[in-house]
């Protein structure tokens, strides 16, 4: 699929790219890290502790470890996966992005459809290390292997045309444990209608049906494999050839609520979930953490300069840069409240009913 051939990071090139210290400044951390000679101590950002000598960064080597609670260590594309909690891929991914990394020079193609997010980028204090670092990248390296990356944040490149109606739909077990570790009550479920699917492309996966955006065909299914994936599985994954950015997670369903109610925007098809739960049923999903042109077109067509609508992203670096860039698209078409939380890693799925009426979500 097209989303996923545009990913393609060499991590190789990535590694030699970015330095340890670079990551710490763009996380903001570098005052509270001691410098030795080939080193960088301080107390460790993954498990946010508070021991300053329990993470240490070998600067020649440009890797780190955790001597305290996390007992790992890694190089650069460990430690943002670890920060991001997210696969190396997208850690790579990220880098790429945070830093200006020229994609073309990393064999990877350009992500045309977020110029807004490199701007914000541009002001950001690592950006000026991001400028060196492009002129520093080694000359262009083989590809890596093809490796899918479809966990589904971050649309890449700008797709085209439409997905067709599937024609089938898959046989799910509702009752599979996942569904209620998660949070979701039997209605939930039903409602969205997710289930464990136990054989063909999705096996072994919890299937989540995505209707088209406005019509409300079933079009495809997202797998999401219950728990942490095995080593190499993506933690999602979507039929190939489905083109995500030309859909908006929800939007049919959301179309049926009240005009006047505002419409509020996630990433993720659980936080969609669980916000349904709460009473919030005016909800759809961008399957990632930024707006393509054709989810923008979409949502535009059915905004009225009255028509409110509450950006909630995950509270990380790529949920703030994306609803940052939501709002800017969105601002001229709607009255647009980006709902933000002090809790670095918060995500939608996880308010509570006594903070969505406090924000009147409900
Ligand atoms: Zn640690």
Known sequence: MSKTESRFVDFRAVKAAVTMEQVLNHYGLSDRFKRGRDSLSGPCPIHQGTNPTQFRVCISKNCWNCFSECKCGGNVLDFVAKMENVEPMEAANRLVEWFGLDRAQLNVAYDQNRPSDRQSRDQRPASSNGAAVNEALPPPLV????KPNAQPSRPAKEETGTNKPLGFRLELDPSHPYLAERGLSPETIDEFGVGFCG?????QR???????AVKGELVGY???WPGNPPDGRPKYRLPDGFKKSVEVYRLAEALREPSEQPLVIVEGFF???KLWQLGVRKCVALMGSSLSGAQEALLAQHLRPASQVIVMFDEDH????????????????AFVRVVASTEEGFQPEQLTPTVAQSLHLI
Do not use: N, T, Y
């Not at 054989?199 to 096996?203: I, N, R, T, Y």
């Open 271 to 273: 936080d969609a979930m």
């Open 318 to 333: 790529a949920g703030r840069e994306g609803r940052e860039d939501v709002l800017r698209r969105l601002a001229f078409k």
């Open 206 to 212: 919890i299937a989540i049906p995505i209707h088209a």
């Open 143 to 146: 590809p890596s292997p093809a």
């Open 222 to 224: 997202a797998g999401r």
């Open 199 to 203: 054989k063909g492309v999705m096996a």
